[in-house]
Nanobody, 125 residues
Framework: QVQLVESGGGSVQAGGSLKLSCVAS????????LAWFRQAPGNMREGIAR?????????TYADSVRGRFTISYDPDAKTLSLQMDSLKPEDTAVYFC??????????????????WGQGTQVTVS
């Protein structure tokens, strides 16, 4: 079963930057879809960024982060990253890396994704 471990969370002032990383193990197939979700206390999990792990580099972003966050994937290191710039207090949440085996038709809907990391806290003040 896929294993995902996030890192890079922490506290930052508004306008600052953080980079999250997620190292995946037990990825036995050639193609995956990968995404970042986040969940603030009392809220539902929100899909914020997605990348196709088929070499195309195709990305999808939620309106709330488009232009500020950049998702990337290194298939050799099996590492998913999220570069977060121009952070806002409303970005405060637990961030999760998520993986689904291709073709991954669920968009950014949480219930359509199978493999989840444990989450890493991001706090923007």
């Amino acid at each position: 079963q896929v294993q995902l471990v996030e890192s890079g969370g922490g506290s930052v002032q508004a306008g600052g930057s953080l980079k999250l990383s997620c190292v995946a193990s037990k990825l036995y197939y050639d193609t995956y879809c990968l995404a970042w979700f986040r969940q603030a206390p009392g809220n539902m999990r929100e899909g914020i960024a997605r990348i196709e792990g088929d070499g195309s580099g195709t990305t999808t972003y939620a309106d709330s982060v488009r232009g500020r966050f950049t998702i990337s994937y290194d298939p050799d290191a099996k590492t998913l990253s999220l570069q977060m710039d121009s952070l806002k207090p409303e970005d405060t949440a637990v961030y999760f890396c998520v993986v689904e085996r291709y073709p991954c038709s669920g968009g950014l809907t949480a219930s359509e994704w199978t493999y989840w990391g444990q989450g890493t806290q991001v706090t923007v003040s």
